[in-house]
């Protein structure tokens, strides 16, 4: 679900983001939410992300897979905060990149949905490998970041996307063609969120008779009989990444 509170989205690209993110929960149980608010008066957003996403529970206390990419168009911040589950993927450089790398110069040129839209592409993109891969991915990141405090300042976002086409272009072409190769490509995906002010009172009319977070039954409203799953208990503990445009 996406709610974009500081409406930076058009129409079209918040349906198509709400209904993908609706998808990719029925498949895979993990709950990816794009909040957009007007601001935070000057707060540090990390504290106001890890807040909002233990508030709602988001990703389930079963598993806490959650993941929310927040954005405050007037302080010109964001942060992707990661639940504890799915730390092993976007525990914080990788969270860097997407933002850095993805989001932050779509933003700087004034394209919003396609910086959300690519964003949680490349999420998505980066959940769908297998552990090992993106241990791998991450390791190079980190290559990337070490090597360019080393040599002050040598462009890492350059550095890193050549460490990608090493580990997942070429080197399977060494082995013989035998590992699965991975796009590069980013896209999108949507939700249905709510305001930090006027969470507890919606919350209440949302969540089912006996649980602190998101019932399972209705979700986050609207669309029809599909419910939004992965709410109620999910932590995130302060997991992710934050950034500026």
């Known amino acids: 679900p996406v709610y974009d509170g500081a409406d930076i989205l058009s129409p079209e690209t918040e349906a198509a983001l709400d209904q993908r993110l609706r998808a990719y929960n029925q498949e895979t149980g993990r709950a990816i939410i794009v909040a957009t608010v007007p601001g935070i008066d000057g707060a540090p957003i990390e ?6 996403f233990s508030e709602w ?9 959650g993941l929310l990419l927040l954005i405050a168009r007037d302080d010109r911040r964001l942060r992707i905060e990661v639940g504890y589950g799915l730390h092993p993927y976007f525990g914080g450089i990788m969270s860097g990149r997407v933002i850095n790398d993805v989001i932050t110069p779509r933003f700087k040129a004034g394209d919003f949905d396609g910086g959300v839209t690519a ?10 490998r ?3 891969d993106a241990a791998a991915v991450a390791e190079a990141a980190e290559a990337a970041a070490a090597q360019e405090s080393a040599e002050g300042g040598f462009p890492i976002g350059a550095l ?9 272009f070429i080197l399977p072409m060494i082995r013989g063609g035998k590992r699965r190769r991975y796009r590069s490509g980013v896209g999108g995906v949507v939700g249905d969120i709510i305001l930090w ?13 006996d649980s602190g977070g998101w019932g399972g039954g209705g979700g986050f409203g609207g669309g029809g009989g599909g419910g939004f799953g992965g709410f109620g208990g999910g932590m995130s503990g302060g997991g992710g990444a934050s950034g500026g445009w």
């Open 130 to 132: 297998s552990p090992a």
């Open 57 to 65: 529970g988001i990703g389930g206390a079963a598993r806490d897979q």
């Open 197 to 209: 002010e006027a969470g507890k009172a919606i919350i209440g009319s949302m969540s089912d008779g």
């Open 119 to 128: 964003g949680i592409d490349a999420i998505i993109e980066h959940l769908a």
């Open 47 to 52: 504290p106001y992300a890890t807040g909002l």
């Open 160 to 168: 890193f996307w050549v460490a990608i086409l090493f580990f997942f």
